[in-house]
């Protein structure tokens, strides 16, 4: 089955211990992102990748890193947590061409820092 | 600056009706897509309806169509026939082709609720 993976589901975490949240897609897709969804501002990127080992800041980075050396993975990485970043976050995919080319996103990570 | 615009933070419609949900967009560009997305309470997001900006008629999938008004740059969502299973977030999102990184731009949202 074609499908985005996101690891784990839900977490709580204390401000200042490093996590990992974790994406997978079997799709061979090229485009990869990584989205955070906050009230009243719909989804919002974060980072995104067009193919292994070139990323690039979407339009919220401050906090975040993430690292793409496998087509398949992208995993968000967040080194300093802070309640700021609780929300919930989408890691998504694309082939990157043709149409609809729409994205195809993970079952989401719904974080809340301490 | 706000690409997506979404007017209606909540709506309510009867079930069996058909809704409206609003969308208007910002763009230079000649070439992009727009995207419906639902987002039930479960959370996952699940891809609706798309629309190019070069299409001239209008999207349908089953119940859901695709009011595109290029003129006026709205991309407003029909949804006929509602069903309670229909309550849920709907998000309005644009792609602009020609940019380089290919990203989408999303609205803040509309929560649907249909009541019985």
């Known amino acids: 089955e074609a499908q985005v993976t996101q690891n784990p589901r839900y977490l709580i975490t204390v401000t200042g211990k490093k996590l990992t949240v974790t994406c997978s897609q079997n799709m061979n897709h090229e485009y990869m992102s990584w989205y955070r969804q906050d009230p009243g501002l719909g989804l919002r990127q974060i980072y995104y990748?067009?193919?292994?080992?070139?990323?690039d800041k979407g339009d919220v980075p401050e906090g975040y890193k993430v690292s793409r050396k496998e087509k398949r993975n992208f995993p968000l990485i967040l080194e300093s947590p802070s309640p700021n970043q609780t929300s919930l976050y989408f890691c998504?995919?694309?082939?990157?061409?043709?149409?609809?080319?729409?994205?195809?996103f993970g079952p989401g990570t719904r974080l809340t820092v301490l | 600056a706000q690409k997506i615009t979404q007017t209606q933070p909540g709506m309510f419609v009867q079930e069996k009706e058909a809704v409206t949900l609003d969308c208007t967009y910002d763009t230079s560009d000649q070439s992009y897509g727009l995207f419906w997305y639902k987002q039930p309470s479960s959370g996952e997001m699940i891809f609706l309806i798309y629309q190019g900006s070069y299409d001239e008629q209008n999207a349908t999938e089953g119940r859901y169509s695709l009011n595109f008004q290029k003129a006026r740059k709205s991309a407003n969502l029909v949804i006929s026939a509602s069903q309670l299973g229909d309550s849920a977030m709907y998000f309005c999102?644009?792609?602009?082709?020609?940019?380089?990184?290919?990203?989408?731009?999303f609205g803040a949202g509309t929560r649907l609720t249909v009541k019985p």
């Open positions: 990748s067009m193919n292994v080992e070139v990323t």
């Open positions: 998504a995919s694309s082939s990157g061409q043709g149409i609809p080319n729409e994205q195809f």
């Open positions: 999102a644009m792609r602009e082709v020609e940019k380089v990184h290919n990203d989408m731009r």
